[in-house]
């Protein structure tokens, strides 16, 4: 697996205070989380055909528990309502998502340019140790 870049200047959660309140729940309302069968080692309910594609490249989002559509979803929204995402323009939807599950695990969401309102995601491994606990303290500061 290809380490991804930690030190993108994108790749860091805005301030608390860069979103308010409206602000989250216009992008709650705008964003979808899909997945991506480049992150899955198990299809679960999520309907990906082929049900499962993980590339040697891509981290995996299953590889520690199946997580089923339905708590992503949540993950993904509980991640928007703290305002865990990366700065955006005004009206956009930010590139990065992160959210903390009951264990402890770092899942990161992205969108790809061209599919600015859906997103897939990941947990974050052992290789970007120094991100997880950046996403871990900030989770714990909201």
């Given at each position: 697996?290809?380490k991804r870049?930690?030190?993108?200047?994108?790749?860091?959660?805005?301030p608390?205070?860069t979103?308010d309140?409206d602000?989250c729940s216009?992008i709650?309302?705008?964003a979808?989380?899909v997945g991506?069968?480049?992150?899955?080692?198990?299809?679960g309910?999520?309907?990906?055909?082929p049900?499962?594609n993980p590339?040697?490249s891509?981290?995996?989002c299953?590889?520690?528990r199946?997580?089923l559509?339905?708590?992503?979803?949540?993950?993904f929204n509980?991640g928007?309502?703290k305002?865990?995402?990366?700065?955006?323009?005004p009206?956009?939807?930010?590139?990065?998502?992160?959210?903390v599950?009951?264990?402890g695990e770092?899942y990161?969401a992205k969108?790809?340019?061209d599919?600015?309102?859906?997103?897939?995601?990941?947990?974050l491994?052992?290789?970007?140790?120094q991100?997880r606990a950046?996403?871990r303290?900030?989770?714990?500061?909201?």
């Open positions: 697996m290809t870049q930690s030190n993108r200047p994108d790749r860091r959660v805005a608390i205070g979103y309140s602000d216009r709650a309302k705008a979808r989380y991506s069968a480049n992150h899955k080692l198990s299809p309910d999520y309907g990906f055909v049900p499962t590339r040697p891509k981290s995996v299953d590889d520690c199946k997580v559509l339905a708590e992503a979803s949540r993950l509980s928007i309502l305002g865990m995402m990366s700065r955006s323009s009206g956009q939807l930010p590139k990065y998502i992160w959210a599950d009951a264990m770092v990161e969108t790809k340019p599919q600015d309102v859906t997103y897939h995601g990941y947990r491994g052992e290789d970007e140790r991100m950046y996403v303290d900030q989770w714990n500061k909201r």
